[in-house]
């Protein structure tokens, strides 16, 4: 029953870095993991990274590795994505979600969503 909210999505140059927030309120056991999707017009959420709630292991996809870095502040309930070097194909609304799995990239495992933040890169 935990609410999620993404901020720090914005307009942005090839080259350029971004860090987006996921902000989790209310209690629940059910949780954990927390994972970042991203989602194009006509095309189905991929998967980008996910982070173990109590461990801080991290997956992220092979598109982003290397140059996206998902991390946690468990005091203040938030995960972070920190995405430098972005090209004009990470162009997406980013949402992050709560899992009671780690690791998964599977959106379906995912029960919690956030409303989505857009990061748009230009060339």
């Known amino acids: 029953q935990g609410q999620l909210v993404e901020s720090g999505g914005g307009s942005v140059q090839a080259g350029d870095s971004l860090r987006l927030s996921c902000a989790a309120s209310?209690?629940?056991?059910?949780?954990?993991?927390v994972g970042w999707f991203r989602q194009v017009p006509g095309k189905n959420r991929e998967f980008v990274s996910t982070i173990d709630w109590t461990s801080g292991n991290t997956l992220h996809a092979n598109s982003v590795k290397g140059r996206f870095t998902i991390s946690r502040d468990n005091a203040a309930n938030t995960v972070y994505l920190q995405m430098n070097s972005l090209k004009p194909e990470d162009t997406a609304v980013y949402y992050c979600?709560?899992?009671?799995?780690?690791?998964?990239?599977?959106?379906?495992?995912?029960?919690?969503w956030g409303p989505g933040t857009q990061v748009t890169v230009s060339s």
């Open positions: 209310g209690r629940t056991s059910r949780t954990y993991a």
């Open positions: 979600a709560a899992s009671p799995v780690f690791p998964t990239i599977l959106s379906s495992e995912y029960i919690d």
